[in-house]
């Protein structure tokens, strides 16, 4: 049974970089034909995508993100990351990693969803 679990700091610094990652266990992040994304969800708002990266380590960004977003892996960890940059208390928000078949963008469908990590952008 595949599982996700995120991990960051909760406090971060306007203007300074998110990082998180995402440890998946119980399959591989290289399994046909898998997304891993990034979602957000602000206090009081739906949720955002964030982006993905795929089972060939192709990545895909939101547009209204991408000039600040980097998604990238580690196969010998079976772990993903993101690292969002030049933060405002804008970004505050829970960050969930989710898994997603294609197509994902498509179908809007994420099987398996991480916990979620709350991240607080405060000076």
């Known amino acids: 049974q595949v599982q996700l679990q995120e991990s960051g700091p909760g406090l971060v610094k306007p203007s300074q970089t998110l990082s998180l990652t995402c440890i998946v266990s119980?399959?591989?992040?290289?399994?046909?034909?898998?997304?891993w994304n990034w979602i957000r969800q602000a206090p009081g708002k739906g949720l955002e995508w964030i982006g993905y990266?795929?089972?060939?380590?192709?990545?895909y960004y939101s547009p209204s993100l991408k000039n600040r977003t980097s998604i990238s892996w580690d196969t010998s960890k079976n772990q993903f990351s993101l690292a969002l940059s030049s933060l405002t208390p804008e970004d505050t928000a829970v960050y969930y990693c989710?898994?997603?078949?294609?197509?994902?963008?498509?179908?809007?469908?994420?099987?398996?969803w991480g916990q979620g990590t709350l991240v607080t952008v405060s000076s």
């Open positions: 119980g399959g591989s992040i290289t399994a046909n034909y898998y997304h």
């Open positions: 989710a898994r997603g078949p294609d197509p994902v963008l498509a179908t809007g469908y994420f099987d398996i």
């Open positions: 990266i795929n089972y060939r380590g192709g990545t």
